[in-house]
C-alpha cells in the first residue's frame, strides 16, 4: 500500500503562465471575431451588390423596350397637336405635374414647334435635358426621357377599331362609340368600361378622319371614363389636365375634326422616364432616389430605387445617312434614331467606405423611328 507524503504539494500556473495563456486566447479571439467581422461584411457587400444589380436590370429592361416602341403603330415623324391659347403638356396626372423634376411647383413640359412654325408638335420621342431631379450635386440635374407609341405594342390594348365613332357637338368634347357588328370585330374586343382594358380618365386617343378629301388628326384626353355598355358616352372635356381639348383652338384639334367622316381612335401611351427624390420616412434628411415612369394623364410609379445618375445621348441620321449626336437639346426629332443610355445606382445602406455603385451604359435603337420609305409606290 503506497502512503502519501503529506509534505507534497499539487504545483499550479505561475502568473506569468496565466497571463500568456490568456494572451494567446484572446489573440485567437480576436481573430475569430475579425473572420466573423469580415465574413458578416463580405456578405453585406454582396446582398447590396446584388440588389443594386436587380434594380439597375429592372430599370434597363423597362426603358429598353419602350423606347424601343416608340413610334409603334403610328405614322412616322409623329403628329400636330392643337394649336390654341395654351401650348399641351406632358409629365403631369390629374392632380399635379412632376417634371422637370426637382422643381419646387413642377408645371409639365410643353410640347415643341414644329420646325419653322407655331403649331405644337408630338414627336414619337422627346428627350428630356437636365429634366430630373438634383441626386449628386457634383454631377448635377438628371436627365428625362418621353415615348409615344399605340397601345398595340402591349397586351392590353383596348382595340378602338372596334368601335364606330360620332361627335356630338361641335367642339368634340362628347363622343359616342359604339361597338361594330361581330362581323365587323377584331379580336380581342374590350369593352369601354372594362376596369384594366378600358378607356380612364387620362387616357390619350389619336384620332384620324377625312374632311373633303383631307386628312385630320387631334389628340384628346379623356375627361370623364365610360361606364355601362355599348354604345358609350366618352367625354373629352376643355380644360383637361394636358391642354389638349381646347375647344377655341385654331387648328389641329378634336373642333376641327368634329365635322369629319370616317373617324378612327387609336389609344396612344405617351410614357416619361425621370428621376425623383422622394423624402427617407426616418426624416434623416436623405431622400430615396427612385426611377419613375407616368404614362399619358396617369399616376406615376416607381420602376427601380437608389438611381443616382440617368443621362442620354442621342443620334440623329438624315436622310442622306449623316450622323450627329447630342443630349437632345439639337437636331431635328424626326431624324432621331438611337439612344445612348448612361445609369448609376447606388447601394441602399452605406457601409464602412461609403455607398457601393454600379453603372451601366448601353444603346437602344429606336426601330420605329429609323423606317424611311425612300423607294415609295
Known sequence: MAISNPTRRTRGFTLLEVMIAMALGLLVLAGAVMMYKDGLNASWMVTQRSEMQLEVRSAQNMLTRDIRRAGFGLGSGGVALVTGASRPIYGCDQNKCYVPAGNANPAGIQYPYAPSSTTPWMYWLLPGYKQSAVINNSIGANDAITVVYSDQATNFYSNLANYTIAFNN????????TLKPSAQQIAPVRQLSDPVYGLKVGDLIYFTNSKAGVVQTAV???????????????????????????????????????????????????????????ANPSGNGNPTPRLMRQISGQTPYSISEYIVDLH?????????????????????????????????????LQGINGYQGIQMNWTVGAQNLSFSNQYPQ
Open 312 to 348: 442620354f445621348n442621342y443620334e440623329f441620321y438624315d436622310i442622306n445617312g449623316t450622323v450627329s449626336n447630342s443630349n437632345g437639346t439639337t437636331g431635328l426629332l424626326n431624324q432621331l434614331q438611337r439612344v445612348d443610355v448612361n445609369m448609376t445606382a447606388r447601394s441602399s
Open 170 to 177: 361641335a367642339n368634340g368634347t362628347s363622343m359616342t362609340f
Open 220 to 278: 384628346g384626353e379623356v375627361t370623364t371614363a365610360p361606364t355601362g355598355n355599348s354604345p358609350y358616352t366618352v367625354l373629352f372635356g376643355d380644360p383637361d389636365k394636358l391642354l389638349m381639348n381646347q375647344a377655341a383652338g385654331t387648328s389641329s384639334g378634336l373642333k376641327q375634326l368634329a365635322t369629319g367622316t370616317t373617324t378612327t381612335a387609336t389609344r396612344i401611351y405617351v410614357v416619361t422616364y425621370y428621376i425623383d427624390a422622394q
